[in-house]
């Protein structure tokens, strides 16, 4: 079965930093591009973050440019999102997607494993 499972998210203060964790398991992420998406409450997911198969090539939403990184372990089957400087409008839900065809796109329709989503609250 194939699985991705997030973990780090929690509540912080603006200003302050979070990890995120995506794990596979059941299949080799090292083959899929893999992208965090988020939900705000009421409002459509949206992509965040994107990296490549690879690791090679990484995007960002302007949203979040210059506060966020991806990166992956592939020798640990997991990619994380390092997210600094947090803004309570980065209060969301998080799901990690993984694509196997490194499209490197957000089309949701593109990704066939998804997460379960862990919750981000940024507040004072």
């Known amino acids: 079965q194939l699985q991705l499972v997030e973990s780090g998210g929690g509540l912080v203060q603006p200003g302050g930093s979070l990890r995120l964790s995506c794990a596979a398991s059941?299949?080799?992420?090292?083959?899929?591009?893999v992208a965090w998406f988020r939900q705000a409450p009421g409002k459509e997911r949206e992509g965040v973050s994107c990296?490549?198969?690879?690791?090679?090539?990484?995007n960002y939403a302007d949203s979040v440019k210059g506060r966020f990184t991806i990166s992956r372990d592939n020798a640990k089957n997991t990619v994380y999102l390092q997210m600094n400087s947090l803004k309570p409008e980065d209060t969301a839900v998080y799901y990690c997607?993984?694509?196997?065809?490194?499209?490197?796109?957000?089309?949701?329709?593109?990704?066939?494993?998804w997460g379960q989503g862990t919750l981000v609250t940024v507040s004072s």
């Open positions: 997607a993984a694509d196997p065809y490194d499209r490197g796109s957000y089309e949701e329709r593109y990704f066939e494993v």
């Open positions: 059941g299949f080799t992420l090292g083959y899929y591009a």
């Open positions: 990296i490549s198969s690879s690791g090679d090539s990484r």
